[in-house]
């Protein structure tokens, strides 16, 4: 049985920090490229930061230079460090697994709650 279970949401001040955790179990994780998407209400969920197997990182253009993605395949884990956050950071985030080189192998976790207050 797969599990991808986030940890680390809150309520933060603009320009405060937050690091979300994404624990997996049931994969085999270190080939999986895992990614962190987010969705704000009324809107589509969309991919924030997502990292390969090989440690090659991508990020929207709207958090380059604030936040990080990391993994660590020894705890099976997936962070996102998000600093200087903005109001328009508000949203449920998501972390993802996706096998590579499968069309198959997809996962989801149950979303953690992160707001920013201006």
């Known amino acids: 049985q797969v599990q991808l279970v986030e940890s680390g949401g809150g309520l933060v001040q603009a320009g405060g920090s937050l690091r979300l955790s994404c624990a997996a179990s049931?994969?085999?994780?270190?080939?999986?490229?895992m990614g962190w998407f987010r969705q704000a209400p009324g809107k589509q969920r969309e991919l924030v930061a997502s990292?390969?197997?090989?440690?090659?990182?991508v990020y929207v253009d709207s958090v380059k230079g604030r936040f990080a993605i990391s993994r660590d395949n020894a705890k099976n884990t997936v962070y996102l460090q998000m600093n200087s956050l903005k109001p328009e950071d508000t949203g449920v985030y998501y972390c993802?697994?996706?096998?590579?080189?499968?069309?198959?192998?997809?996962?989801w976790g149950q979303g953690t709650q992160v707001t920013v207050s201006s």
């Open positions: 049931g994969i085999r994780f270190s080939v999986y490229t």
């Open positions: 993802n697994a996706q096998r590579e080189r499968s069309p198959s192998g997809n996962y």
């Open positions: 990292i390969t197997s090989g440690g090659s990182t």
